[in-house]
Nanobody, 123 residues
Framework: QVQLVESGGGLVQAGGSLRLSCAAS????????MGWFRQAPGKEREFVAA???????YYADSVKGRFTISRDNAKNTVYLQMNSLKPEDTAVYYC?????????????????WGQGTQVTVSS
């Protein structure tokens, strides 16, 4: 089992920045792919970003160049730095983990989820 706890959400004006954190516990963190998804009201949960320890990063087209995923294996924590935020980034953001997600962008490929943190971007 892997437990994930997100933090760092909040209310920010368009053009502003936020950094989300996801603290993991329960298994060897370095072995896991870590990802971020988001879900806006009335919409499906969608992929945002993912990375494996020391290897490639993946981003949704909608956030490329604005969001950066990173991880600190010593702290068992993954981060999502969000810059140049837009109102359409408003959503609940979820942290996810899996040893080998079959399809990184598919939420059904991920086994473990946090409870989510709300990000609201005002215009």
């Amino acid at each position: 089992q892997v437990q994930l706890v997100e933090s760092g959400g909040g209310l920010v004006q368009a053009g502003g920045s936020l950094r989300l954190s996801c603290a993991a516990s329960g298994r060897t963190f370095t072995n896991y792919f870590m990802g971020w998804f988001r879900q806006a009201p009335g919409k499906e949960r969608e992929f945002v970003a993912a990375m494996r320890s020391g290897l490639s990063t993946y981003y949704a087209d909608s956030v490329k160049g604005r969001f950066t995923i990173s991880r600190d294996n010593a702290k068992n924590t993954v981060y999502l730095q969000m810059n140049s935020l837009k109102p359409e980034d408003t959503a609940v953001y979820y942290c996810a983990a899996d040893l080998v997600p079959g399809t990184v962008v598919d939420q059904h490929s991920w086994s473990y989820w946090g409870q989510g943190t709300q990000v609201t971007v005002s215009s």
